[in-house]
């Protein structure tokens, strides 16, 4: 029987994902959360991903409500941010 250990590197870039979020860039979380799990799906197998599915999932939930709150806020014309990904979608702030 073999013993699985944990991904060191999984879990740190779980975390990094919800750095990202708290440093109010929830696009580049959504993205690094995915594929942490991706890659956490793939390395199975070998090691526990219970831990870093968990946090990438939570990071996942938590820059989609941020993301969607921006996207709200920059339609009503209240924004208060120059995030590139809202300027990409609504164009340049009035």
């Known amino acids: 029987m073999t013993e699985r250990k944990f991904n060191i590197p999984l879990i740190i870039m779980s975390a990094a994902a919800l750095g990202l979020w708290f440093f109010g ?3 580049e979380s959504i993205v690094l959360a995915v594929i942490t799990i991706i890659a956490s799906v ?28 921006m996207i709200m806020h920059e339609s009503r014309g209240i924004s208060s941010t120059d995030y590139w990904l809202m300027r990409l979608i609504f164009g340049r702030m009035k």
Do not use: D, W
Not at 57 to 68: E, G, H, N, P
């Open 25 to 27: 860039l929830p696009g």
């Open 42 to 69: 793939k390395l199975r197998g070998r090691y526990l991903i219970k831990i870093p599915i968990a946090l990438s999932i939570l990071a996942i939930l938590i820059s989609t409500a941020f993301l969607t709150f």
